[in-house]
């Protein structure tokens, strides 16, 4: 196996090789390959990374960094693989089973961790389903669209699947309100490349929304 890694400079390469690789395969392939496909939209070699631009609604810039450690991390009974953000402490903890992605998410206050199934590789679009942390806090994730093709940047992404995360947290009359939204492109052996969020300040007509953009710039993944 060999390692890929990807850069804008390499736009012209990288847009049309799939191109090539689909019209120039070999006649004699099995008809029932793409049934038999396995598919992987967050990729967790080690040494895996991504890095993103990240671009808010008042045009302020910084980068991201996340690189997939060798190591893995035991939490409520299961073997979570852990990444990290360069340079800091920050650390991420993700699974996959049966072509679903798990991860680790905190309550608002800190107090519990909980496991949520963030990705499904066999969603179809419209598809829904909502996770409960304790008493206080859900997540809705919905499929907006699977199969899709778009530019991310300079760079062509195929086999995406597309996302709307929804977070809410009970206020004090014991309503849920949305405090956070995301819409997050997953693209097959690259894992997250965009992302696309809303933070909802304040309730009611006080309210206001901070939005932001992260959108991959260079990854590397394991081939």
Known sequence: MK??????????VVCFLPLIWTSCGD????????QTATHNYFPSTADDYWIYEIITEEEDTSSLFIYMTPNDSTLLGKSFRVSQENGTTDQFFTREEDGQYFSIVETLDMSAVYESNFLRAEAAVGDQWEELFGEESRIVHEVLAVDEEKFVGSEFFRNIIRM??????????????????SERSYSDNVGLVESIDVAIVGQGEDSFEIRSVQSITEYSVLD
């Open 3 to 12: 390692r890929k890694v990807y850069h804008p400079i390499l736009l012209l």
């Open 27 to 34: 006649d004699d392939n099995d008809p029932n390959d793409a």
């Open 164 to 181: 709307r995360d929804s977070y809410y947290a009970m206020d004090s009359e014991g309503i849920f309100q949305k405090l956070f939204e």
